[in-house]
């Protein structure tokens, strides 16, 4: 290390003249010293204040200039190093160098400039403020040929991707088309896997994934998907999963969805069906995932389900239930309950007899599956009495809510079993599926309901409760006193931030359960008429007629 001190010395003294022999023989000193022992010459270099002399040395026109790179970025391979080369100013010159036309300028400088930033998003910030991106992205088109190269873009484009201030820049490239073209020319698993690194990231940008379905990556995906699918090897399995996981991102965008929909008449979409029945549980997967996502629209869903789709879905199901792979269990279910949004299609799915495959995984205790079947449900008897009936009454469903409905750990699908719930009574208006809901111990957890933080699941609620004061009273009235539903009525009707429609419902709430001795009593101790009076002069309308009736009713009875 004496001998790298005079070496360092002498490149102080010469440095003013970067095309001098002795700084280029100080320089391959400086490179060897820093492959044999790079922590120890790091800190020599730096206590010798030779960093800001190096800015100098990175001539565009110097000879010198590569090894000034390499040495830089052999340098902030240590961490330690990393900040003082950037006090040094050395970052706006590297970027300078990438506009050479030298091969190993700009190998060594993209060298330099990834490991200064390694790691620290304010310094990869910094790079795409300073245009870096648009620069990289030429490189890759002049020089694709260059292995080296390309992957040093390839490592830049992964690590600058995962910014979103990056996104912007790159949509504003020709990045989809350059990196689909360098991807059909790969033939090796590592290289492809490089540009999938990339592709991902980027595809979560809306704009990009058009760009990418534009460009014929979709194309190149299937051809993955063809050539893996019966492999057996690791990377096969890798490589299929990667590109069919991508394959599904793509279609998250609005725009890019519809482009490979194609009214239903689309390549793309015709293929993407067939993995459904495949027996890769990978593909499995994805075909379901990727028919939730077309299902994002109303025109989609109906000619989808006009097309024979749930069946597929349903067959896929049925091997699962004995199978029992979770996420293409979720996933199949996610695309039913998107099936079901559309009123026409409803009618069509339970004669498709969906709600009965569905009801087999009753039993799952997974709660993404549990959540799914829920939404599933739910969707499917929005305005089907005779479904909200059937299912209403069917005691080992309701059961299975009233216990989920207390699944604190998981709140979504506590959430989702509340509004099935209340779903089931509301859509039916039955008195059966009143009593099966009272039977099984639903009411006091449709009280709780009233109370949540949504108001959607607030209104749900009061309706259902609505019903079943009107529909059975009687069999209600012990459920109501223990649930202590006459003090949250008072507290929503109190409470200057509920909704109108929340004051309204609660009002109806209160006339339907006069009718009971103990709540009638409990309403009159409660001081309700000062609370409804005050409501008369409601802004909104609805609200102040209902309260003129409601204090009439409340004063009646007193």
Not at 231 to 255: F, H, I
Not at 370 to 386: A, H, P, S, Y
Not at 464 to 473: E, R, V, Y
Request: aromatic residues 2%.
């Amino acid at each position: 290390m004496d001998n790298l001190s005079d070496v360092l010395e002498k490149l102080k003294l010469s440095s003013t003249d970067s095309t001098s022999d002795s700084v280029e023989s100080c320089l391959d000193c400086l490179l060897k010293a820093l492959i044999n022992n790079s922590t120890e010459a790091s800190v020599k270099i730096q206590e010798m204040g030779v960093l800001p002399l190096l800015p100098t040395l990175l001539s565009p026109q110097s000879s010198c200039t590569p090894k000034v790179a390499n040495i830089i970025a052999e340098m902030a391979k240590n961490e330690f190093m990393r900040s003082p080369c950037v006090e040094a100013g050395l970052i706006p010159p590297l970027i300078e160098l990438l506009n050479s036309t030298d091969q190993e300028v700009l190998l060594q400088t993209g060298r330099a400039l990834g490991n200064i930033c390694y790691d620290s998003h304010s310094l990869q910030a910094q790079l795409i403020s300073m245009g870096v991106i648009p620069t990289l992205v030429k490189l890759l088109g002049v020089h694709s040929h260059n292995t080296a190269l390309t992957e040093m873009c390839l490592i830049a484009f992964g690590n600058l991707a995962e910014l979103e201030s990056s996104k912007e820049q790159f949509a504003s490239t020709n990045i989809a088309e350059e990196l689909v073209r360098l991807f059909q020319k790969q033939t090796e698993h590592e290289k492809k896997e490089m540009i999938f690194e990339v592709l991902a990231p980027l595809a979560e940008n809306d704009v990009i994934k058009l760009q990418l379905v534009e460009a014929g990556l979709v194309e190149c995906l299937l051809e993955v998907v063809a050539q893996t699918v019966d492999g057996d090897r690791e990377e096969d399995v890798a490589q299929l999963k990667t590109a069919s996981d991508l394959m599904v991102l793509l279609l998250l965008g609005d725009e890019s969805m519809q482009k490979l929909f194609e009214g239903g008449k689309g390549s793309v979409f015709q293929r993407v069906l067939s993995w459904i029945p495949s027996h890769n549980h990978q593909l499995q997967l994805a075909g379901a995932l990727a028919i939730a996502n077309f299902a994002r629209n109303d025109g989609n869903c109906i000619h989808m389900v006009d097309t024979g789709i749930v069946q597929k879905l349903l067959e896929l199901l049925d091997r699962h239930i004995v199978e029992g792979n979770v996420t293409v269990q979720h996933a199949a279910l996610s695309a039913l309950r998107n099936l079901a949004i559309p009123v026409v299609n409803k009618s069509k799915m339970l004669s498709a007899g969906v709600a009965d495959v569905v009801l087999k995984f009753l039993q799952s205790e997974m709660p993404p599956v549990q959540f799914k079947l829920l939404g599933t449900l739910r969707m499917l008897i929005d305005t089907q009495v005779e479904a909200a009936d059937q299912l209403g009454t069917n005691v080992k469903l309701v059961e299975r809510l009233v216990e989920w409905c207390e699944a604190k750990d998981h709140a979504g699908v506590m959430g989702e079993s509340n509004r099935l719930l209340s779903a089931l009574i509301r859509h039916s208006k039955s008195k059966e599926v009143v009593r099966t809901v009272i039977q099984a111990g639903g009411v006091k957890h449709l009280v709780t309901m009233a109370t949540s933080e949504h108001m959607i699941m607030q209104n749900e609620a009061l309706v259902a409760l609505g019903l079943i004061a009107a529909l059975d009273l009687v069999a209600a009235e012990k459920d109501f006193v223990g649930a202590d539903l006459v003090a949250v009525l008072h507290k929503l009707l109190s409470d200057d931030r509920s909704a109108p429609e929340i004051k309204y419902n609660s009002m109806i709430l209160i006339c339907a359960v006069m009718g009971s001795e103990p709540l009638h009593k409990e309403v009159q101790s409660r001081a309700f008429i000062d609370v409804v009076s005050k409501l008369r002069s409601h802004e909104n309308k609805t609200v102040s007629h209902q309260a003129s009736l409601t204090e009439q009713r409340l004063t009646a009875q007193s």
